[in-house]
């Protein structure tokens, strides 16, 4: 290592490595690797857990078995935030909840 134009020499187990994760960020260290995982949460990923969600709930709203040849259909209600989640996702939530994504 050189600091100011004198090089030092480090040998293992003469330093320590401290790990501090700045804010909005995830570290993790093991097996002499650092990983860091941004924590920020998109709008795209809040709108996917709000699809999964009302996914979710539609889906044990019923109890009654869902399959790719049931011809009737549930309707959900939403507004705001959730609304939109659904308009974005909806063929993720199809998918999820019918078994196919269908055009009615």
Not at 46 to 59: F, I, N, T, Y
Request: negative net charge; proline residues 3%; hydrophobic residues 40%.
């Amino acid at each position: 290592m050189d600091v100011d134009g004198v090089e030092f020499e480090i040998a293992p187990g003469e330093a320590e490595v401290r790990v501090t994760p700045k804010a909005g960020w995830a570290v993790a260290t093991e097996g002499g690797y650092t990983v860091a995982v941004s924590t920020e949460l998109t709008r795209e990923l809040v709108q996917e857990g709000l699809a999964a969600k009302s996914s979710d709930a539609c889906r044990t709203c019923g109890k009654r078995p869902i399959s790719a040849s049931r011809t009737d259909h549930d309707v959900l209600w939403a507004d705001g935030k959730l609304a939109e989640a659904i308009a974005a996702w909806s063929d993720y939530i199809k998918q999820r909840h019918v078994g196919r994504a269908d055009d009615g």
